[in-house]
């Protein structure tokens, strides 16, 4: 995603995530993929936040932008979820920050 499909898809993740009550700390979106990291609370599945994300996101971008409409689906199935126990939030901002300069 490039351009005004990632900058509405910025937009959408942060909008439903605030509407859900969870935190977005970082996002990066790079052209094949998404990094985010985001506080949700204890009871929330991480595979809950990639539906509504993932949800939102392919329906209202496919709906704007036809050019999508090519692509047999917007998005794969499957998705890397982690805690942060292990490694520091600050590590996790970072890396995600790094990502979104490449």
């Excluded at 599945?45 to 939102?56: D, H, M, Q, R």
Aim: some cysteine; proline content about 4%; overall charge positive.
């Amino acid at each position: 995603m490039v351009d005004d499909v990632k900058t509405e898809c910025d937009r959408l993740i942060r909008e439903k995530c605030k509407q859900m009550g969870w935190q977005v700390i970082e996002l990066a979106i790079q052209p094949d993929h998404v990094h985010l990291f985001v506080r949700v609370f204890p009871t929330t599945p991480a595979s809950l936040v990639i539906k509504e994300c993932k949800g939102i996101t392919g329906y209202f971008l496919r709906k704007k932008y036809k050019e999508l409409l090519k692509l047999p689906c917007m998005w794969t199935s499957s998705y890397f979820a982690s805690t942060a126990g292990n490694v520091s939030a600050e590590t996790i901002k970072a890396y995600i920050e790094a990502q979104s300069k490449i």
